[in-house]
């Protein structure tokens, strides 16, 4: 029974004619059920694929319809769709595509499903898979867009460039990968800002899409030297490195405009003819201009720079270390009072080199073995810190253990009143090197002074003792010598007793000696008055005696006949007088002869007065 717009129909035919409605669109649900809609597909496959390589994808439908073929077909979904490549699935069975992948194939894949011989069926895509194409890595090289030598505190600047896509860029620093703060990079466009000179070293670029294939650039080395180093009095050139079109530039020292009057500048210039170390510090260029009323200015890196002090020679010395108490060795001390370290120090031997050493606090100690008594041979120090080598004197070096004996002498000081008020005692040793003298008294070391004593050395020769004589300096003195560097083997001199009775007393041998030498000089004197006087006689005698005589006679026969000698029995004993008188005028000087030949004149002109008592 239907009802239409509230009425009933109760007609028999009207009941078949819904029966038969109702069967119709039975049917029709049926038949959509079984072919008219189709399930959607399912992709699967790589999501990176290597170019000019072969990727399989696949695409599945579940469940397949009943009595139909399915045509897969493989899209590349772009701004348009790509066609990629078809396959068709019989009985349910999977499709399979073999695509050679090409850059183009990357992007979002998808799979189409529909009936291949019914139009009425609908088709149905897959889920979006997205493909991602890489090409081989290669020709991975490396641009420096700095040198390849800087020096501290300039920026180091790279870029490494390869064929292919998708590329990543690692930077290693002697195979290892740098991960230094300093360090930055972006792309393959790689720098170090303000270098030190741990940023030396080999460079290499490493190239890689994801795949197992990286290329790896050609390597190259980066030194980065210390600050750049000048001598004093050498020329120092700088160069900005910012270039530009009316540019104007300043340089500055230590972050303050230069206003020297010995630094000149050029553009993008500056150089010092000779240097001083007032000139050492960080340099920066700075690079202006203006556009449009604005200023704008770049800054060029720090450029740090050192004058340096040239090394003076070498002061050389040496002294004996002890190893044990059977080794020696000699330390030889090389030392610059002047210089900028690191100095590198050489010692030599003769012609031959014995060692080098860097110091850097202008100072080196060589060891040398010891063997006693021999000579070690004769020592030069070099010194050099970049500019020119300084040498030292030469060093002859023997060691010598101490020999005996040990000779204690000794003299004094006296004062107006000859009392003696100091005493110089002085201590030496047969042979040895590197000695070492000690002074006792009363068997007490004394030490280098006291309140009436001071210790002077003159090594190696002696040892000096100044003593100031008084009550407390009396007794006993001796010295004992060693080695400085040995203890083993001491020698010591006799003692001496002193005290200030002794000193002022003069020996018994002295007063002799001096007596003795004091009486030889009184007889010296009276046997050459003896011997003078008896020399003037004979020559006097021999020159003008017997003239004399002869007149003597001849004036005495002349008086004979008036004179009767025989009353004066003395008259051989005036003769005598006379002549000794004139034997006294023998000891006249040779200006007195001229009056004795006057009086002998007289004598021969005037008659001889006769003395009283004769007639």
């Not at 399930?39 to 694929?49: I, Y």
Request: aromatic share 10%.
């Amino acid at each position: 029974m239907f009802v239409v717009h509230g009425s009933k129909v109760t007609s028999s035919p009207l009941r078949m004619f819904a029966s038969v409605v109702v069967a119709m669109l039975g049917l029709c649900h049926c038949s959509n059920h079984n072919g008219t809609f189709l399930r959607t597909p399912e992709l699967s496959g790589p999501s990176e694929a290597l170019g000019n390589t072969v990727a399989v994808f696949e695409c599945k439908l579940l469940p397949h319809p009943e009595n139909e073929t399915v045509l897969m077909t493989l899209f590349n979904r772009g701004s348009t769709d790509t066609w990629l490549g078809d396959s068709t699935s019989l009985a349910g069975e999977a499709a399979i595509f073999n695509l050679v992948v090409k850059p183009s194939h990357a992007g979002d894949l998808v799979c189409q499903a529909r009936a291949q011989n019914n139009s009425n069926i609908k088709p149905t895509f897959s889920n979006t898979h997205y493909l991602k194409v890489f090409e081989p890595v290669s020709s991975a090289s490396v641009s420096i867009m700095s040198f390849t030598t800087i020096f501290e505190g300039e920026d180091l600047y790279l870029s490494c460039t390869a064929d292919g896509n998708n590329v990543s860029f690692t930077w290693l620093q002697n195979d290892q990968p740098i991960s230094s703060p300093h360090v930055m990079s972006r792309d393959h466009s790689f720098w170090i800002d303000r270098t030190t000179q741990a940023d030396s070293g080999t460079y290499v670029c490493e190239a890689s899409n994801g795949t197992d294939f990286t290329t790896r650039s050609q390597e190259f080395n980066i030194t980065v030297k210390g600050p750049r180093r000048v001598f004093e009095g050498e020329k120092l050139v700088l160069f900005c490195p910012i270039d530009g079109i009316n540019m104007s530039f300043t340089w500055l020292l230590n972050y303050q405009p230069i206003s020297s009057p010995h630094v000149l500048f050029s553009d993008r210039l500056l150089w010092i003819n000779r240097t001083t170390q007032a000139d050492s510090g960080t340099y920066v260029c700075e690079a202006s201009i203006s556009l449009k009323g604005i200023d704008y200015v770049s800054r060029s890196w720090n450029v740090n720079v050192i004058v340096k002090a040239v090394v003076s020679d070498p002061d050389i010395s040496f002294a004996v270390l002890t190893e044990d108490s059977h080794y020696f060795s000699v330390g030889v001390t090389c030392q610059s009072a002047v210089g900028t370290p690191p100095v590198a120090f050489s010692l030599y031997n003769g012609t031959e080199s014995v060692a080098n050493v860097t110091s850097a606090d202008r100072r080196a100690v060589f060891r040398v073995p010891v063997v006693f008594g021999e000579h070690l041979g004769t020592f030069r120090c070099q010194a050099n810190n970049g500019a020119k080598t300084a040498s030292s004197g030469w060093l002859p070096i023997k060691i010598e253990k101490v020999k005996g004996p040990v000779s204690l002498t000794y003299d004094y000081d006296i004062a107006e009143n000859f009392a003696v008020v100091g005493v110089r005692l002085y201590c030496k040793v047969a042979a040895g090197s590197h000695l070492r003298y000690q002074w006792f008294l009363n068997k007490s070391l004394l030490q280098d002074h006291g309140s009436f004593y001071y210790v002077f050395n003159q090594l190696p020769e002696q040892s000096i003792l100044i003593l100031s004589v008084g009550r407390s300096s009396a007794g006993t003195y001796h010295c004992v010598v060693s080695n400085s560097f040995d203890n083993t083997t001491t020698i010591s001199s006799r003692g001496r007793y002193l005290d200030k009775e002794v000193l002022n007393r003069l020996p018994v041998l002295v007063v002799a000696v001096v007596f003795g030498c004091f009486i030889f000089l009184i007889l010296l004197v009276v046997i050459c008055c003896g011997f003078g006087v008896i020399y003037s006689k004979i020559y006097w005698r021999r020159e003008y005696g017997d003239k004399f005589l002869l007149e003597m006679e001849r004036r005495v026969v002349a008086y004979e006949g008036e004179l009767d000698v025989s009353e004066y029995s003395d008259g051989a004993d005036v003769l005598r007088t006379v002549g000794d008188g004139f034997d006294q005028a023998s000891d006249a000087s040779s200006d007195e002869w001229p009056q004795i030949a006057r009086q002998k004149k007289t004598i021969e002109d005037e008659p001889i007065e006769v003395p009283l008592g004769f007639k």
